[in-house]
Each structure stands twice: as C-alpha cells, then as structure tokens.
Nanobody, 119 residues
Framework: QVQLVESGGGLVQPGGSLRLSCAAS????????MGWYRQAPGKQRELVAT???????DSTDIVKGRFTISRDNAKNTVYLQMNSLKPEDTAVYYC?????????????WGQGTQVTVSS
C-alpha cells in the first residue's frame, strides 16, 4: 500500500500561483509514476501531469506552459507549480501514484486538495 498526503491548495486570484505538494509513504520503493489529476464540478477526473522515476513527463496541453511538475525521489514527493491560474483551473486536485511490482501495476490516490481560482 502507498499513502499519499497532499498540501498546498487554496483560493487564489486569476493570474496567481500555487504550489501543490504530495508526499508518499508506505511501499514507496515500488512507485514508478507520480503526478496529478483534477476534477472540476460536474466533470470527469482528468490528467494534469505525471512524472516517472526516470523523469519522463506526460501532461495535458491545457496546462503546458503554465504548470510544472517536479519530483524529489529522495523525499518521495511530487510537486505541481501552477502559474497564471485561470478560473477554469478550479477543481479538486488529486495526487496519483502507480506502483510496479514485477509487472503488476497498482494505482493509489490522495484525498484531494481544493484549488479555487476566483476574484
């Protein structure tokens, strides 16, 4: 099992910035991918960005150029720096981790952190 604890959400004005953090604990030696998804009211959960332990990044075009994912493998923590925030970025942001146990994959989710972009 992997436990994920997120922090850093909140209320910010349009054009502002926030930094989300997610710390993993538990069977962290099996975690290969960590990242972020988000879910806005009435919408499906969608990919924001993920990063493998080797540094490969997958992200949605919606946030490219504004959001940056980074990872500190020594601290088992993944970050999401969000700049130039827009009202449409308002959502619950979920930390995500995928484990790889000799080819058997598992997925884990954090409890979510609310990001609200509003004036």
């Amino acid at each position: 099992q992997v436990q994920l604890v997120e922090s850093g959400g909140g209320l910010v004005q349009p054009g502002g910035s926030l930094r989300l953090s997610c710390a993993a604990s538990g069977l962290i030696f099996r975690v290969d991918t960590m990242g972020w998804y988000r879910q806005a009211p009435g919408k499906q959960r969608e990919l924001v960005a993920t990063m493998t332990s080797g540094g490969s990044i997958d992200s949605t075009d919606i946030v490219k150029g504004r959001f940056t994912i980074s990872r500190d493998n020594a601290k088992n923590t993944v970050y999401l720096q969000m700049n130039s925030l827009k009202p449409e970025d308002t959502a619950v942001y979920y930390c995500y981790a995928r484990t790889n146990n000799y080819g058997i994959y598992g997925t884990f989710w954090g409890q979510g952190t609310q990001v609200t972009v509003s004036s």
